[in-house]
Structure formats: C-alpha cells, structure tokens
C-alpha cells in the first residue's frame, strides 16, 4: 500500500499542520489496537523532546491510547533512546517518542517502539497505516475498560544509571572539563547530570529550552557554538547532542568537530583491541566516507554499507550479527546496549577511549584523512529527473571520470523537496566538478 504518513523515521511533519492532535489521537488509537496482544493489562510510554506542540501532540496520542484501554506512562522530555530502553524494561506493550529529532520546532514527530525496544517494521507500520485512515473503523473501549493515564516523576535517573553502567566500573571523569550541548532538546538534563556523576567538570549549554528554542543555533547540527565555548573554556573535550538525544557530533580541545565517522573508528578499533566486537566490521552507510573504510580494512576491519538511515544500519547489523554501526551524522548504534542510536552512550565509550589511552582527544579521534567529499541538494518538485535515461545516461558518464578510487551517490531526500548529490574521490577539484555537472543536469531534466 502507498504511504500516506509514515516515513524513514516515523511520522514527522510541521505541527498543527501534518501531525494535527486528530492524526495524534488516530496514531493513538490505531497503534493501540495492533499492541493488544493477550488479556494483560496493555500499556504503552510516552516520552517527548521539548518543542510547544509537544504538549498538544501528547495530550492527543494519550485520548488516543486511553480510547482503546491502554494504560499510559507520560515521561515528560526524555532522549528517544531512553524511551527505547523504558519500553522494554518497563515491561511496555509500545514506546511512543513525540520528536523531530534535529528539524526546528515548527515540524514534530512521532516515533514508535515495539515492547522489544526496536523501532517498528514495514509490516506493523502498514497495519497501523490502514487504521489511522479515517475510513477505518476503530473498536473503542467500553466504559470499564478505559485506560488510565499518570505521569512518572524522576524517571530520568533510571535512564542515567543505565548510561553509567555501559563504562567499566572503575572508570570516571575526575579532572575531565566537559562543554555538553545539549541542543535545548530532549537531553537537557540527562547528558550533564551523567556527566557529573562520573566526576566531571561538566559546563552545560543549549540546556535552557523555552519549546521555541530546540536546535537554534546549537547542537550536533549547528556546533560552533560549542567550537566557541570548548576554546574558550580550555575544555577536554565538547559533546554535541541533537534535539532528541540520539546522535552526537563530538568537538576536540582545538574546537575542531569530529563526526560519526571517526567516532565509529574510534569505538570499533578499541572494541576491536578488547574482543569485543561481535564481528571484524561495522555497519555504515552509502554517505560514510571512503577514508573510513579504508582506514578500518588497513586493521583488518571490515566496513558493510545500507541506505541512509539509522533504521537500515540497524536492520543490517541484527541480520548479519554486528554489535557496532552507524552513520557519519552521528547516529551511533551500539547493539551490546541500545536497540537505536545513542547519542549519550556513544559519547561514553569514546570518554572511555580517551581516560583509558590518556592522550587528547584531537590524537584520540582523528584516525584518519577523509577524502574530499562535497555534498549539494537540487530542488526538484519530485524524482522525475532520475527517472529520465537521458539523465541516467550523462549521470553514468560523470561517476565512471571519478575513477575507481571514487564515488557518486545521488539519492531524494524522505524529509525535503530536493534531490542530494555526494561525490568523494581524492582529486578535490574533480569532485566539485563531478558534484556541480550533477546538479546541473539535474535541474535542467527537472
């Protein structure tokens, strides 16, 4: 069936506009309908990050749930991985997280978890589709059997404790300075608390959300904020959340930022040194960059690449049986712990690197040079243009002049009305070229 609301990630869309509190109430209902599974009492947790339609989304979804006789859990703002986690052990039927991740407040989301703490496949997705569209008849709960709703108090620290106890017990941070953006989003008050109680120095910033304010100017996506306060603190090191905690960009005492690519590098070659990699490899995706793989086969590591996507490193890696995976934006999936990226969690693991090796982090995190690698999006008013063979036919011309030493990926956005055009090779100038005939091509078929 052709999908109307779910995409790569979930629901996402701009609020009141796409996700109104009737399609929230619907979502409810529906994915409370399909989680009813044996005569338990059913209940689902709802978590959110801290954007203003948060609270009308909530109060929708939880109607929603209620109507169909599910008990429901309201979190307050939580990381989305930490809303993975309490679904499992909170023993919940569903996790449900109201986010957009990294877009502005205008646009929110809504992501669900399976009682296993994964996010939903194909399949669930489809069935929950096709109850959602108003043609659709909803079988509400008798006047008995409604749900009931309460909001848990101090949950936060369960999700803390849980991101401790990933580092060896006798590791801490005592003398580390830590700038921790934590984008005025959903790990707010996670990220430094945890930091603290390891023992570090912990200087908080995009830590004062105002529901407006959630990834303006700060965050894994904007860190030169963080550059700036790293430098001028003579921080160890800078951690960079996004607005729902699940990715983290890391910033060196330089104020230079180090990706998902690197970060990848770091965590695998040292699970690697303590046998702890399920596997001699990780999982990426078509955006890594060529200098990673490269780097990772020089130690005897191999590199397995999906679509773009969290969701589809994470299909890869429970398939084929990797514990280490994840995306140069900096999603980062470490299967031992999380059933999604983690962005607190990822952090900790290189925090360990580093108090382990004792060296800076501009040593400990640069493993290698990426090759030159240009990303341009195109507007289109669809993919029309990639559907064209005279376009495909001039698109081959220019990936076959990278040579065998590059790359070309051209891929539409699931988020936005543009077209991405990435190329990497080790003739910088070669690259452009390649990337800008692309991108010309393109508009002129569009």
């Known amino acids: 069936m052709a999908r109307k609301h779910f995409g790569t990630d979930g629901i996402r869309g701009r609020a009141n506009g796409k996700i109104t509190p009737e399609l929230a109430l619907r979502v409810g209902q529906a994915a409370g309908l399909v989680f009813q599974r044996g005569e338990h009492r059913h209940r689902v947790v709802i978590g959110k990050d801290t954007r203003l339609s948060g609270y009308m989304i909530e109060t929708a979804l939880t109607a929603g749930f209620l109507s169909v006789g599910m008990d429901v859990l309201l979190l307050g703002p939580m990381p989305t991985p930490a809303i993975a986690m309490l679904?499992?052990?909170?023993?919940?039927?569903?996790?449900?997280?109201i986010s957009a991740s990294h877009n502005p407040f205008e646009d929110n989301g809504i992501k669900i978890f399976g009682p296993d703490g994964y996010k939903l496949s194909d399949e669930i997705e489809d069935e929950i589709e096709r109850l959602i569209d108003p043609a659709a008849t909803i079988k509400l709960a008798g006047s008995r059997d409604l749900g009931r709703a309460r909001r848990l108090e101090g949950v936060h620290a369960r999700y803390i404790e849980f991101a401790k106890r990933t580092l060896p017990r006798a590791l801490d941070l005592d003398g580390m300075r830590i700038v921790v953006d934590c984008a005025n989003g959903a790990g707010y008050r996670v990220a430094p608390e945890a930091l603290w109680e390891l023992g570090a120095e912990v200087i908080a910033m995009g830590d004062e959300p105002d529901g407006f304010n959630i990834n303006r100017d700060v965050g894994s996506t904007s860190p030169h904020a963080l550059q700036q306060k790293v430098r001028e603190m003579r921080a160890d090191i800078g951690i960079a959340l996004d607005g729902d905690a699940d990715r983290v960009m890391i910033v060196d005492e330089k104020g230079h930022v180090v990706d998902?690519?690197?970060?990848?590098?770091?965590?695998?070659?040292?699970?690697?040194?303590?046998?702890?990699?399920s596997k001699p490899g990780i999982v990426a995706t078509i955006m890594s960059?060529?200098?990673?793989?490269?780097?990772?086969?020089?130690?005897?590591?191999?590199?397995?690449?999906?679509?773009?996507?969290?969701?589809?490193?994470?299909?890869?890696?429970r398939e084929h049986g990797f514990n280490v995976g994840g995306e140069q934006s900096g999603h980062i999936i470490l299967s031992d712990y999380s059933t999604t990226g983690d962005g607190l969690i990822a952090a900790l693991q290189v925090l360990a690197v580093v108090r382990r090796e004792g060296r800076p982090v501009s040593e400990i995190c640069h493993r290698f040079e990426p090759l030159p690698q240009i990303l341009k999006n195109v507007k289109t008013r669809g993919n029309q243009p990639?559907?064209?063979?005279?376009?495909?036919?001039?698109?081959?011309?220019?990936?076959?002049?990278?040579?065998?030493?590059?790359r070309l990926v051209i891929r539409p956005s699931g988020t936005e009305p543009v077209i991405r055009v990435m190329a990497e090779g080790d003739d910088r100038d070669l690259v452009e070229k390649v990337v800008d005939d692309v991108i010309d091509v393109i508009s002129r078929a569009a």
């Not at 052990?89 to 449900?96: C, F, N, P, Q």
């Not at 679509?307 to 589809?312: E, I, L, Q, T």
């Not at 376009?391 to 590059?406: H, P």
């Open 87 to 97: 679904s499992r052990s909170m023993r919940a039927d569903l996790g449900v997280m």
């Open 260 to 277: 998902g690519d690197q970060l990848m590098a770091v965590i695998a070659e040292s699970w690697h040194q303590d046998g702890r990699l």
């Open 289 to 317: 960059n060529l200098g990673l793989e490269r780097h990772l086969a020089g130690v005897g590591l191999s590199m397995a690449r999906t679509a773009v996507g969290d969701r589809h490193v994470l299909e890869h890696m």
């Open 386 to 406: 990639l559907a064209d063979e005279t376009v495909n036919s001039a698109i081959e011309k220019l990936r076959t002049s990278l040579g065998a030493g590059g």
